[in-house]
């Protein structure tokens, strides 16, 4: 994750910021799972469990399933032919075997490849040898395979500055696929990108949905951000305790109180930090190592 973009704040976002009293605020989920300020913070597995399986393939939800984390990541890109994957990178070259089947085609950008082409590729071998054969998913796919299991999303959407209206092209998979009914967008989908005119476009076609934007904005801009979007999520590189107040006492555009959902903590020390000042989910390659830390932190 990289951080791009911050917003200028209107003077009239700025009156129109629904502020709330340090310590009043109580921080939940999307389905009112409890946050930091209830306990411990929600556990998120980024790109799926991809500590322990090729990341953004279906392998990695189902061990993210196996170890019991109910929240997966997600990246989405879209295909020369419109068709929506689950892929991190904005090239093939990284997580598949591309440059092998597809020799001429540099530099191997996920837009200048079809659908039928990218599902031809081994996105599990570079892993590890267990892994070969492991498809890059279509957001379809990779929907059907988090919702056998139960699981919930926080979906990125990935430089959506390459994909114009990428958000419409989201929104019509997740609505066909059963994701924007009330029971999925009240309890098991979040929405978020680095770009804040792409979350904001995604509030402004679906204000239901619950979004948050990668980032760390500064505290005067934060009532901007609170007009669009429910989460704040910034690298734990850049948290501070203060930076998570800050969102705290902020309201979002559902009457909330801002969540604080941090990136990408694969160490116990790191989540018990993490938690300590007072974010509502951590996001991990290691899930399960984030979970024993935070409970190990929490019964002393």
Do not use: C
């Amino acid at each position: 994750m990289k951080t791009r973009s911050s917003v200028t704040v209107a003077a009239v976002l700025l009156s129109a910021a629904l502020l709330v009293a340090p310590g009043a605020a109580t921080a939940a989920g999307p389905d009112g799972e409890a946050g930091a300020r209830h306990g411990r913070p929600l556990v998120i597995a980024h790109r799926g469990a991809s500590a322990y399986a090729p990341e953004n393939t279906l392998a990695a939800v189902d061990k993210a399933h196996e170890l019991g984390i109910d929240w997966v990541e997600n990246d989405v890109q879209r295909t020369r032919d419109g068709e929506l994957v689950v892929i991190h990178d904005d090239t093939l070259r990284r997580t598949t075997d591309a440059e092998r089947v597809f020799p001429d085609r540099a530099p191997w950008k996920v837009e200048d490849f079809t659908a039928a082409e990218i599902a031809r590729l081994d996105a599990g071998s570079w892993f590890g040898e267990r892994w070969a054969g492991a498809r890059v998913p279509t957001l379809s796919q990779y929907l059907r395979t988090v919702e056998a299991n139960g699981q919930k999303l926080l979906l990125e959407i990935k430089a959506p500055e390459l994909y114009p209206g990428v958000e419409g092209d989201i929104l019509r998979v997740l609505r066909a696929e059963g994701w924007l009914d009330r029971s999925h967008v009240a309890r098991r989908l979040v929405v978020q990108s680095f770009s804040a005119d792409s979350v904001r476009t995604v509030h402004e076609r679906r204000p239901e949905i619950t979004t948050g934007f990668l980032g760390t904005p500064e505290a005067a801009d934060l009532p901007g951000y609170a007009a669009f979007t429910d989460q704040i999520n910034p690298s734990h590189t850049s948290l501070t305790a203060g930076q998570v107040a800050a969102a705290h006492r902020l309201k979002g555009p559902h009457g909330k109180p801002l969540t604080v959902h941090t990136w990408t903590v694969n160490d116990a020390a790191g989540a018990v930090r993490a938690r300590d000042l007072g974010v509502d989910g951590i996001i991990t390659n290691n899930p399960d190592v984030v979970r024993d830390a935070l409970g190990r932190a929490g019964s002393g």
